[in-house]
Structure formats: C-alpha cells, structure tokens
C-alpha cells in the first residue's frame, strides 16, 4: 500500500521569494512520485514525475522536486513565485509496474502575494 | 491535439435521481480512470478500465456507482439513486498504456451537487 502527506494545507508566500511545499510517501514498492497543479475550474496538470532516474527532477514552469529516499520525501521548490503560481498542489504516489493505484495527498493550497 | 473531455461539466440532481457522467479520453489512450474529488481534499481512486475490461473497481463507494466503457473508448459513470453525499467533482484520467510511472492526463471534471 502507498500514501502520501502534504505537511502543509496552505502555504503563502510574496511574489519573487522562494516556493516550498513539503510531500512525504510511505510506499511498499519503489514508488513513482508526481507533482500536479489545479487551477480554479481547470484540470489537473501534470507539473513533474519521478520514475527511478535522476532524483532531481525538472518540471514545467520553473518547478523542479528532489526525491529523497532516506527522508521518504518528494519536495516540490521553485526559487522564486509567480502571482500565476497561486493554485492548489497535488503529491502523488503511484507503486510499482502494474499497480495503477494512484494516491493524492490533501493538497497544498499556494497563495502569492504581491 | 485534444486533451480528456468530460461533460456535463455541471450537474445539479435531485436525492434520488439517477446521472450519468460522460468521459472522452484521449485518443488511442488504452488506460481510463474514474476519480471522486469531494471539496478540499485530494482526488481518490474509484475504477480503472483497460480498453474495455474494468480492472479495477476497488474504490467505487456503493453498488450504486458503476462505470462502462463497452468500446474501450467513452466511458460513462452511473450513479443510481443520488445521495448528497455524493456531491463531488468527478475526474476522469487517461493513459497511453498504464504501466508504472506513466502519466496519467486529467479532463476538467464534472462538478456533481445533489440537492
């Protein structure tokens, strides 16, 4: 079984400052880890995945996420917000080939401020 | 090219009524999947179909819920006798195969309130 925990339900943070929103996964098998964005009335858009190569990972938009297996954590970062940033953030665990049980977190909610 | 398509994107139902929810996915995408999104919480897995063959139906809530999708392309999730607890978005997911770390691509959702 897999899961994941968003530590924080709401993070806000000026315009220009860095982005931090934290993702912890517990995981029985070696897990693929994602990161998806919501915009109010839109889809969920993928921003990144990790899938077992570099643990370092770049997304779309600036995002890039490190996956730290000693810590279990799959942090997502972007050194400095946009006002467009602000938008709900989904951790995602995945296990292994042929399980397509998808797990989100509670989500992040990003406010920016000006 | 064309993303996920869902429709209706709103729906408002009576307690007791019957819906029917409509998922387009992408094109030659083998993988389908049925997402319930109550309000403030993350999405949660409810049926999984490759073509047309439900694999997995473990997080459909009640026997009220099913889910087809008889030409492995549409599908269309039923929802018998609403409850307001059902009131949630509905997302649909699509994927070209399935496997592991594949990416899944989410259509906009179907905003269901049962009064």
């Known amino acids: 079984a897999q899961s994941v925990t968003q530590l924080d339900s709401h993070v806000s943070v000026s315009e220009g400052t860095p982005v931090l929103l934290r993702c912890n996964y517990s995981?029985?098998?070696?897990?693929?880890l994602f990161w998806y964005v919501q915009h109010p009335n839109k889809g969920l858009q993928l921003l990144l995945k990790y899938t077992s190569a570099a643990t370092l990972v770049k997304g779309i938009n600036g995002f890039e996420a490190e996956f730290k297996k000693s810590e279990t954590s799959f942090h997502l970062t972007k050194p400095s917000a946009h006002m467009s940033d602000a938008a709900e953030y989904f951790c995602?665990?995945?296990?292994?080939?042929?399980?397509?049980?998808?797990?989100f977190g509670a989500g992040t909610r990003l406010t920016v401020k000006p | 090219g064309a993303g996920v398509s869902q429709s209706p994107r709103y729906k408002v139902a009576k307690r007791g009524q019957d819906v029917a929810l409509r998922c387009d996915p992408i094109?030659?995408?083998?993988?389908l999947f049925w997402y319930q999104q109550a309000l403030g919480q993350g999405p949660e897995f409810l049926t999984y179909f490759q073509n047309e063959a439900q694999l997995d139906k473990s997080g459909l809530p009640s026997d009220r819920f099913f889910a087809e999708r008889p030409e492995g392309s549409v599908s269309t999730l039923k929802i018998q006798r609403t409850q307001q607890e059902d009131s949630a978005v509905y997302l649909c997911a699509s994927s070209l195969v399935g496997e592991g770390g594949e990416t899944q691509y989410f259509g906009p959702g179907t905003r269901l309130l049962v009064l």
């Open positions: 995602v665990v995945k296990g292994g080939l042929g399980n397509n049980d998808m797990r």
């Open positions: 995981s029985s098998y070696s897990p693929s």
């Open positions: 094109s030659g995408h083998v993988s």
